[in-house]
């Protein structure tokens, strides 16, 4: 065979395809790995990959908007995490989730959970504890070393926890406007390699601890605003026009970064039960705008897990069963289970998945003084 015959038939073999095609194969590869959520926790990533596997959202296929289908085909999910009650222990559970997400995967041989990544926190409260912060890491990783019987110090444990927290970004604008200013700046706060050491590592996540943080302060001035300009046309009001700013420019992050958004925020009701296909689920109505409520891919109600009272004139089991209670008191347990309020715009293949769930995507969790526990084998 001569070389021509030869290169005309390796040419035959080669099968010609556009740019436009091989780009949209590799997104279709790269999404199909992304699709499944780690934030280390597998409760959390449970629910977030029943969602996200759903296939809930509109996928577009409009090359020439990249930027915007982007954020339409493959959004990454939105954890939003409601206090019921005071002290209900949200805080607490975004310590742990924000420790997993920093912590490395492994240390001294021992699996962590974590992602080694890095986390960029709003705090609007101006309420985080970094002390906290990091006797939550360190009790995690203790824990899981002593369940593998490995040893380590306690003072090289610390120092691998402070180097993970050297990837934690801390910013607290005090209004929604500087929000929206220090959203729309992160990119380039980020992409600057001489602000910081993260330059190798991915955002693994943002958050926006207490959202509604500034949720009377713009509603105070949406009202000042339409009562000095009743002559001016009405566009919804300032408080949804800012949360839809402030979506938009998550999403823009998301896209951007690939990374997960948790939220948490305060309930103004009280949490109400009902009974979906004969199982009884917390429902937990939103005071905030339909933008933001739209945006959430789950909705975690956390308070602390209620101990029944004693039934009236019952003295004698009252009295037996005092230990108990006060036992169960004592244990600090505490529940974070699924808002199923808006669940009739769910698909229904997701409705099965959740309900197939331990405790309908609910799980329980014990606060110390010195960390997380979500090892809790206790009936709610």
């Known amino acids: 065979m001569s070389a021509a015959t030869l290169g005309t038939n390796l040419l035959q073999e080669v099968k010609e395809e556009g740019l436009n095609e091989l780009l949209h194969t590799l997104r279709s590869v790269y999404e199909n790995q992304a699709r499944q959520v780690h934030t280390g926790q597998a409760n959390v990533d449970e629910l977030l990959n029943a969602f996200a596997s759903s296939n809930r959202y509109h996928i577009g296929h409009d090359f020439a908007s990249a930027s915007h289908n982007a954020i339409r085909r493959h959004p990454r999910p939105v954890l939003e995490l409601i206090g019921a009650t ?12 924000i420790g997993l997400s920093l912590l490395p995967s492994r240390y001294e041989d021992v699996s962590l959970g974590g992602n080694g990544t890095v986390v960029i926190l709003l705090d609007l409260e101006i309420r985080f504890s970094l002390l906290r912060l990091e006797k939550v890491m360190v009790t995690h990783v203790q824990s899981q070393l002593d369940k593998r019987s490995e040893t380590a110090s306690r003072s090289s444990v610390e120092s691998m926890v402070r180097t993970s927290l050297k990837h934690l970004h801390v910013f607290r604008p005090q209004t929604s406007l500087s929000l929206l200013a220090t959203l729309s700046n992160l990119q380039n706060y980020l992409f600057n390699t001489v602000c910081h050491v993260s330059a190798n590592r991915s955002v693994g996540s943002i958050i926006l601890q207490n959202v509604d943080a500034f949720l009377w302060q713009d509603r105070l001035e949406d009202a000042e605003d339409q009562t000095h300009n009743t002559a001016a046309p009405q566009t919804g009001g300032l408080l949804p026009g800012r949360f839809r700013d402030l979506v938009a420019h998550v999403r823009r992050l998301q896209a951007s970064l690939s990374c997960c958004v948790i939220a948490t925020s305060s309930a103004l009701s009280t949490t109400s039960y009902t009974r979906i296909d004969d199982q009884v689920v917390p429902v937990l109505r939103s005071h905030l705008p339909n933008s933001w409520r739209s945006f959430v891919t789950v909705r975690l ?43 009739d715009i769910w698909r229904e293949e997701t409705r099965s998945v959740i309900k197939a769930m331990d405790d309908v995507g609910g799980f329980l969790f014990r606060i110390t003084t010195s960390g997380v526990d979500l090892d809790v084998n206790i009936q709610a």
């Open 301 to 343: 109600i956390v308070q602390r897990d209620p101990v029944q009272k004693f039934p009236l004139g019952i003295c004698a089991e009252a009295a037996a069963e005092a230990g108990q209670r006060r036992e169960a008191v004592e244990k600090n347990v505490f529940s974070a289970r699924l808002d199923w309020s808006e669940s």
């Open 86 to 97: 005071p002290c209900s222990g949200k805080t607490q559970l975004l310590y742990h989730l």
